[in-house]
């Protein structure tokens, strides 16, 4: 700093405080919830420290099924919220890169056509197309299905733009030396540059297993069995502000485990997460 | 060892020619430097020599065989690049051996090879460092043992010398050269420095807006400029090229400024053309009766002075060098003679030289 | 433009097909769908449909209740962009002027961003539930007739805040880059000339920001828009009284729940007008910025 400025300062580490309480505090609040017997929430105000039921709950949550939602277990929910992340992230890395590499490093008939094709994209998130993306989805049978919840969604064109960026700005000397050293078009993508995207495949990755992981629109429409729902469907499923015989306790398990997975990823990977964001600018 | 023939070499981007017609035969283990001002076509030049651009017209050959539809990597070439171009995520070893690995040389080949040219080029106790941490002159060193360990038929250098300091790059040229004794492979070095050029080439290629404007060793391309370009090009300071006609006894050159210069020996055959007239700064020796300039401006190297002055009031300006430190002073007049033979004639409208 | 690229005339096809065949078969085919059903009108049964050219608009766009949500959504976008931006900037402002501690407090605000829109929702109407949430209870014993559940204004606000809540942690990384990306010599040059700190944010920090806050700008009113429909599914269904009913829950809760192709549609094309200008005016930042650059 310029000047040394201790009120300011002062008044700063305050404000930020409270700012990091409103930001941290509803999380905390349900991981305390998660703690304590559904009698001890029902009847607020809730203390703000951890419960003595943290053991039960948990195990309670793993163990026994979500009666409201059909018998699936907590276990399942998490796998096949994992899968959906998972598979849409590596899919849309794996889609954009290829994409971006064609885009890039070749000249054909078409090129600009296909460029706009995926750039119009951003146009069209699903929100304002639901019905018939969902008609499409029937017609090919998708409903309830893996490839259902996450093909749809792998083509990107943010990603595909942020390769693009990061490939131009390789050097055309690097191309003609692999060129000259004999390295073929799939060759030099395997050996230079994918190496080289390292970063930004890690930062893009944060971004996107977030993306997948957060999904909600679209697995409310390409699920209807409980077995496939993802965990923020199911915890929808569960929650009953009106119904007296919702398990409150189990319901703060599943928002708990239905936040962990995302955050740690934000939370340890923060280096990659910031850059993503930053660079992809959405 | 190779042979490298460009017939009547054409490039064009779209509907704009860059290169318009090179006629070059390279001798097999010649040392070839390209030189001319940016912009003129020297890479465009050596790409496609390097196969990295397409040949708009003509031909190109390497040892009799014509290359202009085979890919860079079955051109048995090896290209040295001005930023290096080495792969940032590969160690020294891996940068060097990469060709050698996609061309499916054994293991124990490769080894043997990266470590005959990390030997050669003094990078043996780098071999596992990444190319950041290498300093500008072992990066270069690095980009040289990549072409070496291929050993082909012909080295391509897209001036290489340029992103290095003063002091390494006259360094660096001299290992080039050491480089170029012992191996003797067919060498095609591009530049913009003639200093580079001069001291390097067995012969060069000088070129300008796209055409040769000589081919030829170093001493021809200095004391035998085909052109005025090559003339005001080659040498520092550059040629002073003055232009006037001659009058009619043969021994008066009539400058268009109106100023004067008298020559040693009569041209009559130069009688009634536009010229120019060439002299070398080093060629202007010091004279009591000789022609009578007047000082502008000096600038000492200590070994050396270059003496800035013009002839007559508003006539051509000429540069003298002289030995040592030179104490003259601004409007002093100083008297120079043009030996005979020190006397360059070039046409004035086509700027092609004029032999006796 | 790059100058070097490979010479193959079939593999840039076979790398590109895989997106283009997700593109075609989910995004063009669905988006030609709707504008073709946005001028059809299907029977009741579903068993025929006729041709009513821009009937469906119309009365789409003379439906008070679709003019009641477009009022809800564009109220709600503003506030939750407002608050959000508001609070991100605060906090960036605040923890690039800190000489420590700044990476603690990055990573505490950060979090935030990994939690879904409709966990937020859920989080927040929990804390504020009127039966169970302990500042639902808190804000009841104060004397106000608080039930989001039942008080049209009152849900409003706690989606907004849960909306924006979210967003927060998104801005603030934008604004701590862009405060990081301006160089010390400006503010060391500014405070020479003896600006004080908060002259010298107006005057020096603030403008150079703006390319970032009008990016975010539009970015916060995109995620308003579309993002937040976890929000309200999960917290209000619209209510109460559709005092919540954003465009996008409309489209979903006409079309999926209701069954009204023809509007649905409709609504879905004025939806994909709404992105392409949203699109439009983020590219000019684009472009500025390219220029500036
Ligand atoms: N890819 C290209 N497209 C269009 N013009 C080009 C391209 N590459 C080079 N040129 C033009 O060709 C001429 C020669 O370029 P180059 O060979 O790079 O010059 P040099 O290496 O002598 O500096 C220049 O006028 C340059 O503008
Ligand atoms: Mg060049």
């Not at chain 1, 078409?110 to 706009?116: A, C, E, H, K, Q």
């Not at chain 3, 997106?19 to 078969?25: E, F, R, S, Y």
């Not at chain 3, 004080?196 to 920090?205: C, E, N, Y």
Request: proline letters at 5%; aromatic letters at 10%.
């Amino acid at each position: 700093m310029i000047e040394r400025r201790p009120v300011a300062n002062l008044v700063s580490h305050f404000l930020l405080v409270i700012g990091v309480l409103v930001m941290a505090f509803p999380i905390y609040y349900s991981f305390v919830a998660s703690t304590r017997t559904v009698a001890e929430i029902l009847t607020p105000p809730l203390p703000l420290w951890p419960g003595a039921h943290f053991v039960d709950n948990y195990v309670q949550a793993f163990t026994g099924s979500l009666h409201r939602i059909g018998g699936v277990n907590l276990g399942t929910l998490l796998f096949n919220t994992t899968v959906v992340a998972l598979a849409i992230a590596v899919g849309k890395i794996i889609i954009s890169l290829l994409s971006a590499y064609a885009v890039v490093f070749f000249r054909f008939p078409g090129r600009m056509l296909f460029f706009w094709m995926i750039f119009i994209t951003l146009m069209l998130p699903v929100e304002v197309r639901i019905m018939p993306t969902y008609q499409v989805m029937v017609d090919l049978g998708l409903i309830d299905t893996y490839t259902g919840l996450t093909l749809p969604l792998m083509a990107s064109a943010t990603a595909t733009f942020l390769f693009r960026q990061f490939f131009l700005t390789i050097p055309d000397e690097l191309v003609e030396a692999a060129r000259i050293d004999g390295a073929g078009p799939l060759r030099f993508f395997r050996d230079v540059l994918l190496p080289l995207s390292k970063t930004n495949i890690a930062a893009l990755f944060v971004i996107l297993f977030i993306y997948g992981w957060t999904q909600y629109l679209w697995p409310l429409l390409m699920t209807n069995s409980n077995d496939m729902n993802t965990i923020l469907i199911a915890l929808r499923k569960m929650v009953s502000f009106a119904d007296a015989d919702t398990q409150w306790h189990v319901v703060m398990v599943t928002t708990i485990l239905a936040l962990l997975p995302p955050v740690l990823v934000v939370v340890l990977m923060q280096r990659w997460f910031v850059k993503g964001l930053v660079e992809s600018e959405k | 060892m190779a042979t490298i023939d460009m017939r009547n070499v054409r490039k064009s981007y779209e509907q704009h020619e860059v290169i318009h017609g090179v006629d070059v035969r390279i001798a097999d283990g010649e040392f070839i430097v390209i030189v001319g001002p940016s912009g003129c076509g020297k890479s465009t030049l050596l790409r496609m020599v390097a196969g990295l651009e397409e040949v708009t017209a003509g031909e190109i050959a390497i040892d009799d065989r014509v290359v202009n539809d085979i890919e860079p990597a079955h051109r048995d070439i090896a290209m040295v690049f001005q930023n290096y171009a080495l792969y940032p995520h590969m160690s020294v070893f891996d940068n060097m051996a990469y060709g050698l690995k996609i061309r499916g040389t054994p293991k124990d080949e490769i080894r043997r090879r990266v470590d005959e040219a990390a030997a050669m080029l003094e990078l043996g106790h780098l071999l596992e460092r990444r190319p950041r941490q290498l300093s500008g002159g072992q990066r270069q060193r690095v980009a040289m043992g990549r072409a070496l360990v291929r050993a082909p038929k012909v080295f391509l250098f897209d001036e290489p010398l340029s992103n290095l300091d003063a002091k390494l790059r006259v360094q660096m040229r001299l290992e080039i050269q050491k480089l170029h004794r012992r191996l003797a492979t067919t060498s095609l070095f591009v530049t913009h420095d003639q200093v580079e050029a001069m001291t390097l080439a067995q012969r060069m290629i000088v070129m300008n807006a796209g055409r040769v404007e000589q081919v030829g060793t170093p001493h021809e391309v200095y004391q035998r400029p085909a052109t005025t370009f090559v003339a005001s090009f080659i040498g520092s300071p550059p040629m002073n090229l003055v232009e006037g006609t001659l009058e009619a006894d043969g021994l008066r050159f009539r400058c268009t400024s109106g100023d004067h210069i008298d020559l040693p020996q009569a041209r009559h055959d130069l009688v009634g053309r536009a010229l120019v007239l060439g002299i070398r700064p080093e060629h202007l020796l010091p004279a009591d009766d000789g022609l009578v300039l007047t000082v502008q401006l000096v600038e000492s190297l200590g070994a050396e002075s270059f003496i800035h002055t013009r002839l007559g009031e508003a006539g051509p300006e000429l540069i003298v060098r002289a030995g040592g430190l030179a104490a003259l002073r601004f409007g002093e007049l100083v008297s120079y003679r043009l030996p005979a033979d020190a006397l360059h004639w070039f046409d004035a409208t086509s700027g092609l030289r004029i032999d006796a | 433009m790059r100058r070097t690229t490979f010479p193959n005339k079939v593999l840039p096809y076979l790398l590109l097909a895989p997106q283009i065949a997700i593109t075609l078969v989910f995004f063009f085919w669905p988006a030609g769908q709707a504008l073709w059903q946005s001028l059809y009108r299907e029977d009741p049964w579903g068993l025929s449909s006729a041709f009513v050219g821009l009937d469906n608009f119309t009365r789409v766009l003379t439906d008070p209740n679709y003019l009641h949500s477009l009022q809800v959504t564009a109220a709600f976008s503003a506030a939750t962009a407002v608050l959000a931006l508001a609070a991100g900037l605060l906090f960036a402002v605040m923890v690039d002027g800190l000489s420590r501690g700044k990476r603690i407090y990055q990573t505490l605000l950060i979090w935030p961003y990994a939690v879904a829109p409709a966990v937020a929702g859920m989080l927040w109407l929990f804390l504020f539930s009127p039966a169970m949430g302990t500042f639902g209870i808190l804000l009841r014993r104060a004397g106000v007739a608080w039930d989001p559940l039942l008080d049209g204004t009152q849900a409003f606000l706690l989606v907004t805040v849960a909306a924006a809540w979210k967003q927060v942690s998104y801005n603030f990384i934008f604004f701590l880059a862009g405060l990081q990306a301006i160089p010390k010599s400006l503010h060391e040059a500014a405070a020479i000339d003896g600006a004080s700190p908060l002259r010298r944010f107006w005057t020096v920090a603030f403008p150079l920001l703006s390319p970032v806050s009008f990016y975010l700008l539009v970015v916060n009113i995109v995620y308003a828009f579309f993002d937040t429909f976890g929000v309200i599914h999960a917290v209000t269904g619209g209510g109460p009284a559709k005092a919540t009913e954003t465009l996008v829950y409309k489209v979903f809760n006409d079309g999926y729940v209701g069954l009204d192709l023809g509007a649905s549609s409709a609504q879905s094309v004025i939806l994909m007008a709404i992105v392409i200008a949203l699109t439009a005016v983020q590219f000019r930042y684009v472009e500025k910025k390219v220029h500036y650059a």
